[in-house]
């Protein structure tokens, strides 16, 4: 089992940066990709970006240049820098971890961009 917490959510202005962080525990060596994907109100849960234990990274072209992902081995932790943050980027964020061919979801963090 990999239990997965999400922090760093919250209320910022149109054009401002947060960073997200995910901290694996339970067990969380073997953890291939680790990534974080979206959900806003009414819409689909939708991949923002992933990285893989090797380091290579994926994000989706609505973030891309704007949103950094990267992850600390040593630390199972996989951080989410945004920048230049609009409006729709405003969802639940979820961070979520294969390992073995299972998925682990975290439980979201809230991240509100205010126009």
């Known amino acids: 089992q990999v239990q997965l917490v999400e922090s760093g959510g919250g209320l910022v202005q149109a054009g401002g940066s947060l960073r997200l962080s995910c901290a694996a525990s339970g067990s969380p060596s073997s953890i291939n990709a680790m990534g974080w994907y979206r959900q806003a109100p009414g819409k689909q849960r939708e991949p923002v970006a992933a990285i893989t234990s090797g380091g290579s990274t994926n994000y989706a072209d609505s973030v891309k240049g704007r949103f950094t992902i990267a992850r600390d081995n040593a630390k199972n932790t996989v951080y989410l820098r945004m920048s230049s943050l609009k409006p729709e980027d405003t969802a639940v964020y979820y961070c979520?971890?294969?390992?073995?061919?299972?998925?682990?979801w975290g439980q979201g963090t809230q991240v509100t961009v205010s126009s």
């Open positions: 979520n971890a294969l390992r073995t061919g299972l998925v682990y």
